[in-house]
């Protein structure tokens, strides 16, 4: 393989669909140079493992976290083998609804992509998961994260009619409105 399939393949793991858009979250976050070696991070709504991979491979020790059953899925523990990164990644039931107060003050970071607008939490639901993931940081964590948004009248019209479940999508009013609440830094 050469290197720009390898690079295509590694952001098709890590992002799992859409990569040309969703992929730009990963560009921002390197754009800003954190160094995520030897941090604690957890990925809610993990899923499949692609973003717990990203900061594997990056140097940080994860928890990858989700309430789809069964988890992990055998497709994220195979990814994470597939980059030797078994070894800095462990896997845990959790609810961002719910999260057990052992969690709590645990992690450097907190990190997911596409969850907030998830049915699963649910608009009035939203307020309680952003101050569970406040609850999981350490002083002075960060949440690294990236969410559908409202788009154009036509991207709009087919999301309603091409999508068989319900999503909120935000405006970038409502995600400051979310975060300003529990965040010194939006």
Partial sequence: ENFASQCKQQANDIIEWDTVNWFKFIKVIEKNNFDFNGKKVLEVGGRHGGLSLYYAMNGAE?????????????????????????????????DVLDVPERYYGNFDIVTFKSVLGSGFIGDANEPRAVENIKKCLKPKGYVIFAENMVASLLHSFCRKHARKYRWNYHTEESIFSLFNANFSLV
């Fill in 62 to 94: 994860v928890l990858c976290s989700d309430v789809c059953s069964p988890f992990p899925t055998e497709k994220a523990i195979t990814l994470h083998k597939k980059y030797n990164v078994q070894d800095k990644i462990q896997y845990a039931d959790i």
